[in-house]
């Protein structure tokens, strides 16, 4: 098997891995909750639980630059897997607050883990690989959305916590298998990516081989080393920009499985639609967003891909005024399947584009973060709204404001380019 073919498979398992434990959590358990009667609005509060997504470029700079990648890999793997096991041989109640602890610390340890596959990610691709490579990243963490939203859901509906969580575990460490074969590209100087270093360095000797002056990110330098990334030209505006992208978007599907579940679908039927056939169309539309990406370019992608996710969203709102009964929701699931994902796939091409290759896993999780925040927040707003409002109601804000801030993204950067990268990728 060439080189590259494992550097795929190894970055295929990682993301999968991401989506597991994430796929059960926010399909999963949004449905289980609402069955219970939760509003909404509470439901759309356990978007904190995922906090660590949000915040962990707070420590990225220290996993970006310290440790083996090899290492970290499998330290937070397994910690993952050991998670898995013990909850299987705990007894909790749906509203136990054990359960929203391991939510939390899952979340804190695929988050930390995110950052070291996204930073190995940057290092091992060029820019003309990244757009397919997004849509690997983004098709695998949704089979492990399938595997954790649809699969174990279904394994739940049928058995219970203890065998939905020892499935977990075991998929985990099939997961974790190429990681072993894992052989390291070297750092890059911090000053290869065009800007400066966030923090003073010394080159040693071996050629790649790169550690801060003094003691290393010491004190008052590991608490600011992302605040110099973030201050990097460009960067706060094009975060500012994916705000504005993404947070329509996550108005909406924020409710959609809350939403199904209110049309009488059992949860067999969910897990088979969101978790499933919706999961297996975002594989397809991750494969169709990396080749129409590395095809048309960044802009083209971005731009159609965002749109055809705004319209999509036409579906759900059709269907929240009594329209099409539940094979439209069948249809609406796949559109949104695809069109969602190829959206994300430019998306995340054009955040690897900005990430400087001497900070690759801090710029990328500076920008990934933002992703979570918006998400979080948008979340937080559907639930409100739909509480409010209805979902018919929510569900055309959002696909307004989702179409609006594609348009404005695109707009901006055709005039003002946020960096040298972003710029030749744009081109």
């Known amino acids: 098997m060439g080189t590259r073919a494992r550097q795929l498979i190894l970055l295929t398992g990682l993301y999968a891995a991401q ?36 915040i962990k470029f707070l420590w990225a ?7 083996a990648r090899r290492t970290w890999l499998l330290s937070l793997q397994c910690a993952a897997i050991g998670m898995a096991l013990l909850l299987s041989q705990l007894q909790f109640t749906l509203a136990s607050v054990l359960l929203f602890a391991a939510v939390f610390l899952f979340n804190l340890i695929a988050a930390t883990q995110d950052v070291v596959t996204d930073g190995l990610a940057v290092r091992l691709l060029n820019a003309q690989e990244r757009g397919l490579a997004n849509g690997i990243q983004v098709g695998a963490y949704r089979l492990g959305m399938i595997l954790g939203g649809g699969l174990l859901l279904w394994v739940f509906a049928r058995t219970g916590w203890s065998v939905m969580f ?13 990681v072993f074969g894992l052989h390291e590209p070297p750092r890059p100087a911090p000053n290869e990516g065009g800007s400066q270093p966030s923090v003073p360095t010394q080159v040693d000797s071996a050629p790649g081989s790169v550690k801060p002056a003094g003691r290393a990110f010491s004190g008052w330098r590991l608490t600011i080393a992302w605040l110099h990334r973030a201050l990097t030209p460009g960067m706060l505006v094009l975060a500012g920009l994916i705000f504005c992208y993404r947070f329509g978007d996550q108005m909406v599907s924020s409710l959609l499985t809350p939403f199904v579940s209110d049309q009488g679908v059992g949860k067999e039927t969910i897990a088979l639609m969101k978790g499933a056939v919706g999961s297996a169309t975002s594989l397809l539309g991750a494969a169709i967003g990396g080749w129409f990406t590395f095809r048309a370019g960044r802009r083209q992608a971005l731009l159609w891909s965002g749109l055809a996710q705004a319209a999509g969203f036409g579906l759900y709102i059709a269907a929240a005024m009594g329209l099409g009964g539940i094979g439209l929701l069948w249809v609406a699931t796949v559109v949104e399947g695809v069109v969602g994902t190829m959206a994300s796939v430019a998306l995340f091409a054009l955040m690897m584009d900005a990430s400087d290759p001497a900070h690759a896993g801090t710029d990328y999780t ?28 929510t569900f055309s804000v959002g696909t307004v404001l989702a179409a609006v801030g594609c348009v404005f993204l695109v707009w901006w950067l055709d005039r003002h380019p946020t960096h040298e990268r972003v710029a030749q990728a744009w081109r």
Do not use: K, N
Not at 30 to 35: G, H, K, M, S, T
Not at 61 to 67: F, K, N, S, W
Not at 374 to 391: K, N, P, T
């Open 19 to 54: 989506g597991l434990p994430f796929g059960f959590f926010t399909l999963a358990l949004p449905v289980l909750l609402r069955e219970q009667g939760w509003s909404l609005t509470a439901i759309s509060f356990l978007q904190f639980l995922a906090l660590p997504w949000g």
């Open 166 to 178: 020892l499935g977990m575990a075991a998929m985990l460490a099939l997961t974790t298998l190429p």
């Open 61 to 67: 700079p220290v996993v970006d630059r310290h440790g």
């Open 366 to 393: 500076l920008l990934a973060s933002v992703v979570v925040v918006v998400g979080s927040l948008g979340g937080l707003a559907g639930g409100i709204a739909g509480d409010v409002m209805g979902y018919a109601a």
